[in-house]
């Protein structure tokens, strides 16, 4: 597969896997004292998918020197 196309891949599961956390997140209390937990646990989904992409791209970065 191409860069492109495994960055579109990893994306579609980091989105995946933010709307499920978010909906579970929003399931267990309405007030507003759990809004900053909602924010908490995005972030750390958000940085978990930008963490994973960097270490990807960086994998198929060395992966495509290699092979020259």
């Given amino acids: ?3 492109i196309e495994w960055l579109i ?3 579609f599961m980091g989105i995946g896997m933010m709307c ?3 909906s579970a997140v929003s399931f ?3 007030s507003l004292l759990q ?3 909602f ?3 995005f972030l750390i989904c958000a940085l978990f998918i930008a ?3 960097f270490l990807l791209l960086r994998i198929l ?4 020197r290699s092979k020259k």
């Avoid at 970065?61 to 495509?64: A, H, P, V, Y």
């Fill in 51 to 53: 963490i994973s992409l």
């Fill in 20 to 22: 499920m956390t978010l």
């Fill in 9 to 11: 891949a990893f994306l």
């Fill in 61 to 64: 970065k060395l992966n495509k």
């Fill in 28 to 30: 267990q209390s309405d």
């Fill in 35 to 37: 809004f900053g937990n």
């Fill in 1 to 3: 597969m191409k860069k």
């Fill in 39 to 41: 924010v908490k646990t």
